[in-house]
DNA sequence: ACCTTTCTTGTCACAATGACTATAAAAAGG
DNA sequence: CCTTTTTATAGTCATTGTGACAAGAAAGGT
């Protein structure tokens, strides 16, 4: 194998002249918790790094898409149906010495879920983000799982990618202990409802009424058609 | 080659059980030429696509960190030098068949240049974004362009990259013009100055003032310390 | 019956915005 | 030299969005 040919140019090449990476797809599984934000971590049984937590994730196959190998990595490690769940691109990794062994190139996702079930392999589980130092995930998974939570925070103040992380009905309250748990702030109940209530797309209601045990009932809404805020909702 | 291995789980892996992809940086550089946004391109010279026009781009070195590549070939077909410029990264796109020849994937990234000479390399020259179809350039290049130039918009929204757009010292007619020529739109002048001189940390007086020809001359500022933009500035 | 809890609506002062007017400082043309 | 034209910058005002807070509505607990 060609480990040290160098391409001059993007022309004139041939499948021969140029160096080989492996490409991998990492995931950054986010769901809420009331009131805390979690991130699907996996036990890495091998070395390097054995023992110590990572995102899940693996090769990309030689004629399969990213985002499909994305979409196949997240149904293997929590059964979550995609259809469900919101799945972006994050960013790539790729610097030379990422990973020990080989030159690897990751190509992150972000995905958002709502109410997963345990996770199927033993080896995943659910990780407070809070919990965790900037250093504390293998290789540079900790920058990764950085910029995938400050994507998330960011969306929920221009789209109402929120709705990702309730069921498919929900109520004002729910969505807002969604926003707490995600920035790690407390909002005021009235204007929260208020804002919701003012941005035509957001929610939908359903004549229905939810209780959660104390207070009074809450009407239930389901995600309506929009997909940017106007106006956003500011941290 | 292996091209057909296929790795089953990123533990218990060795070099050799992995498909093999190329991977190459792909660049959206953009400058404002008022009143138009432009785009780099080069013309192919070598099928396929001979001769239709295709984003700057190359390999990425086996030892070569990703960013240190888009760095790189901004430099050789701009004669930019890094300093100067903001880069960013754009995305991924590594569908299966996006080049007919072999499995690829194409990290791209995002220029932001001020002032650009004109290209060194002759196949390379400017070409105003409103005049590009939405399938007028090679493989998938339309695509990411179309999202360079939203990224660019709408950060111009949110931070103030938009000085990136100017020279080192700039006037506020400058910098409206570089928001009317990404977004397309026209601007209040006395609106937009209200808001720019409301932001702490946008722009910063120079005490010189600059003729433009015609009518009052201007004040001349230079881009300050703030990144991102409270309140932003919308569209 | 009362209290507590939570949801929901309302009030009010204040900040940001768009549309617009007014003034300032230069060049151009008589 | 004076007026017109052009662009920069300042100010006005009605409207809208916001945070802080009060108040009413609807449930369960004691």
């Known amino acids: 194998m060609l480990l040290h040919s160098v391409a001059v140019s993007i022309d004139g090449y041939n499948p021969n002249d140029y160096p080989p990476f492996a490409v991998t797809v990492d995931l950054v599984v986010l769901t809420v918790r009331p009131p805390n934000l979690k991130v699907l971590l996996t036990q890495r049984g ?3 790094a054995k023992g110590s937590w990572a995102l899940p994730g693996g090769f990309v ?3 399969q898409d990213l985002i499909d190998a994305a979409q196949s990595k997240l149904t293997d490690k929590t059964g979550i149906q995609v259809a469900e769940a919101h799945l972006e691109q994050l960013g790539t990794f790729g610097a030379p010495k990422r990973d020990p062994r080989m030159r690897i190139v990751s190509v992150a996702y972000l995905a958002l879920v709502a109410d997963p079930p345990e ?19 293998a290789f540079d998974h900790s920058e990764i799982l ?9 969306k929920l103040e221009y789209t109402t990618l929120a709705t990702s992380f309730c069921g498919a009905e929900f109520t004002v309250a729910e969505l807002r202990s969604v926003y707490e748990a995600v920035w790690g702030t ?4 009235a204007n929260f409802h208020r804002k919701v209530m003012a941005t035509d797309g957001f929610v939908e209601a359903t004549g229905r009424t939810e209780s959660a045990g104390r207070g009074r009932p ?8 929009a997909r940017d805020l106007h106006p956003p909702i500011v941290r």
Chains 1, 2 share one sequence.
Not at 125 to 137: I, T
Not at 218 to 225: G, K, Q
């Open 46 to 48: 091998e070395s390097p």
């Open 61 to 63: 196959g030689s004629e």
């Open 119 to 137: 996770p199927e392999l033993d080896e995943a589980s659910w990780h407070r983000v809070d919990g965790l130092s900037d250093r504390s995930l």
């Open 146 to 154: 950085a910029k995938g939570v400050e994507r998330a925070r960011s």
């Open 186 to 189: 407390e909002l005021d109940a």
């Open 218 to 225: 809450a009407r239930t809404y389901v995600a309506s058609d």
